[in-house]
């Protein structure tokens, strides 16, 4: 089915396991002129198609609007046993690839928030910071932008990516090395991007500190690229 003729309405919110959920009820019009629906899901950090999962489709009716009741006629409890049922569903069919570029992208936002703080929420003026806290937020830019460009690349060619940056070795979620190999991959990367030194940055950020925050904020809270 074309994506353009997907309409999509958000039935909610449900928390499961300490992460919110966004719910949608998704509709279209099928090939025989009856209408189909089904529910996606996606997590209040997901930024990118394959953070969202959907049910099979449950709906066929002769009218939109006949989906429409019976979905938000459906309780708190049936949305989230379908929102389970689509993660065990996920569970059997993903692959390393999503897995491996949501789990780069999970620790560069933890590491770029343990090195720059809360520093887009605490207000304090750009020309007011010490050199220390310009440092710190420089090293957290540089670690966005290898986050950025991650979610930029397809999950399969990331993975490929990663192999061939570790020489052919498939990278393993249980070894006690992982994090030594993980650093090997964003130092790779890192290296590898057109990034302006100290000097220019800090010139560029005391600027336009605003331009800066909103990038931060977007990429890291608002659930999606900036």
């Known amino acids: 089915m074309q994506s353009d003729r997907l309409r999509?309405?958000?039935?909610?919110?449900?928390?499961?396991?300490?992460?919110n959920w966004s719910c949608f009820l998704v509709t279209y019009r099928g090939n025989s002129g009856r209408w189909?629906?089904?529910f996606s899901f996606r997590p209040g950090d997901g930024d990118a198609e394959?953070?969202?999962?959907?049910?099979?489709?449950?709906?066929?009716?002769?009218?939109?609007?006949?989906?429409?009741?019976?979905?938000?006629g459906l309780g708190r409890p049936l949305l989230s046993g379908l929102l389970s049922s689509a993660l065990h569903t996920r569970g059997l069919t993903e692959g390393d690839p999503p897995q491996l570029r949501k789990w780069f992208r999970a620790?560069?936002?933890?590491?770029?928030?343990?090195?720059?703080?809360?520093?887009?929420?605490?207000?304090?003026?750009?020309?007011?910071?010490?050199?220390?806290?310009?440092?710190?937020?420089?090293?957290s830019y540089r670690?966005?932008?290898?986050?950025?460009?991650?979610?930029?690349?397809?999950?399969?060619?990331?993975?490929?990516?990663v192999d061939r940056m570790l020489e052919g070795r498939s990278f393993d979620f249980?070894?006690?090395?992982?994090?030594?190999?993980?650093?090997?991959?964003?130092?790779?990367?890192?290296?590898?991007?057109?990034?302006?030194?100290f000097e220019v940055w800090v010139e560029d950020y005391l600027s336009d500190p605003e331009a800066y925050r909103l990038y931060t904020h977007t990429l890291h809270r608002s659930g999606r690229l900036p």
């Open 107 to 139: 620790l560069l936002k933890k590491n770029s928030r343990r090195l720059a703080g809360e520093w887009e929420e605490d207000g304090s003026a750009a020309s007011d910071r010490s050199l220390s806290e310009l440092q710190s937020i420089y090293a």
């Open 143 to 161: 670690l966005d932008q290898v986050a950025h460009l991650i979610t930029l690349v397809r999950p399969e060619d990331f993975s490929e990516a």
């Open 36 to 38: 189909r629906g089904y």
């Open 8 to 19: 999509r309405r958000s039935v909610g919110f449900i928390e499961r396991d300490g992460v």
């Open 50 to 72: 394959e953070d969202e999962i959907r049910t099979a489709e449950i709906f066929v009716e002769d009218s939109e609007d006949q989906i429409d009741r019976k979905a938000r």
């Open 174 to 197: 249980g070894a006690k090395d992982q994090l030594q190999f993980a650093m090997m991959v964003v130092e790779f990367i890192e290296h590898r991007l057109p990034l302006p030194p």
